[in-house]
């Protein structure tokens, strides 16, 4: 139910059954591809070289190894200083482990 200050204005919001055909699909409930590009996006946009290696990895033991290093270690192991990523790299890497580990079985 809307706030009735604005009642009558979204007379279909009015109603608790709202049309669920329009509403967005929550990410877990996406096709796996699509999840794993989601994510390989946001990682891309902040760490192209990062995003290069998974999708080099992707598919082999190594790339689920590889994402736990990143997480585990806050950097890539290239030299470089860092002091870890962000929570949504964070959360995109734990992700991608998830989808990885799915291919497995």
Known sequence: MINSKYAGF????????ADESTR???LQELPRQVQIDHE????????????????MFWGHKDCVE????????GGDGVG??????KLEIMEAFMHLINLHDKTEN
Do not use: C, T, W
Request: aromatic fraction near 8%; avoid cysteine; proline fraction near 10%.
């Open 66 to 73: 590889y994402l736990q290093q990143l997480i585990l270690n």
């Open 80 to 85: 470089r200083a860092r002091v870890g990523f």
């Open 10 to 17: 979204f007379p279909e919001l009015d109603s608790d059954e």
């Open 40 to 55: 390989m996006e946001k990682i891309r946009a902040r760490h192209p070289r990062i995003a290069s290696a998974i999708e």
């Open 24 to 26: 967005p699909m929550p």
